[in-house]
T-cell receptor, first 115, second 114 residues
């Protein structure tokens, strides 16, 4: 079975540029999560979707960050304009609601470096 | 504030030894999950223990949960070099119901020397 697929795996760009991260969740999963991981702050939940609808975006750090889920098989996280402090590894995860307490399945992340 | 906090932050052992990692949390939970993260990869779910369970096993993994102390431990027996990774505990956010919204601890970095 294909897991959660993220692209690109690495992104290096200059400050001020727009960055778009992509995620394809596991087919049939109803929940999609975007996380950011840094050494200083650990793993932070940015936003999550249920059935393509954003449910909680309280973790989104600023208006420069936006996320969309136009359909059940695709989501994007966009940063515009990007800043050096946005450098981190961004993970997408998905989970099923078939039964309670379902584990989350993570992609391998996008390592983002803003110069 | 952090829901789950692991200790130690780092652990280095020899192959064949057992590794124990601890997790403390602050509020009531209905389950606690452990994840592993290999360098450069995403997190992988290892095991879930429900609040009405005290102990659970999966292969070389043993997880305990003490809800009175709000703590859990992960024991890896007969460790292997391939167990080298970071280990995270995760607990559901209050009020998240079945959403699976989790709060992750800072993790324990385990190094198993061959």
């Amino acid at each position: 079975d294909a897991g959660v697929i993220q692209s690109p795996r690495h992104e290096v760009t200059e400050m001020g540029q727009e960055v778009t991260l992509r995620c394809k969740p596991i087919s049939g999963h109803d929940y999609l999560f975007w996380y950011r991981q840094t050494m200083m702050r650990g793993l932070e939940l940015l936003i999550y979707f249920n059935n393509n609808v954003p449910i909680d975006d309280s973790g989104m750090p600023e208006d420069r960050f936006s996320a969309k889920m136009p359909n059940a098989s695709f989501s994007t996280l966009k940063i515009q304009p990007s800043e050096p402090r946005d450098s981190a590894v961004y993970f997408c995860a998905s989970s099923s609601t078939l039964g309670v307490n379902q584990p989350q399945h993570f992609g391998d992340g996008t390592r983002l470096s803003i110069l | 504030s952090q829901q789950g906090e692991e200790d130690p932050q780092a652990l280095s052992i020899q192959e064949g030894e057992n590794a124990t990692m601890n997790c403390s949390y602050k509020t009531s939970i209905n389950n606690l999950q452990w994840y592993r993260q290999n360098s450069g990869r995403g997190l992988v779910h290892l095991i879930l223990i429900r609040s009405n369970e005290r102990e659970k096993h999966s292969g070389r993994l043993r997880v305990t949960l003490d809800t009175s102390k709000k703590s859990s431990s992960l024991l890896i027996t007969a460790s292997r070099a391939a167990d080298t990774a970071s280990y995270f505990c995760a607990t559901p956010m209050l009020g998240s119901g079945n959403t699976g919204k989790l709060i992750f601890g800072q993790g324990t970095t385990l190094q198993v020397k061959p």
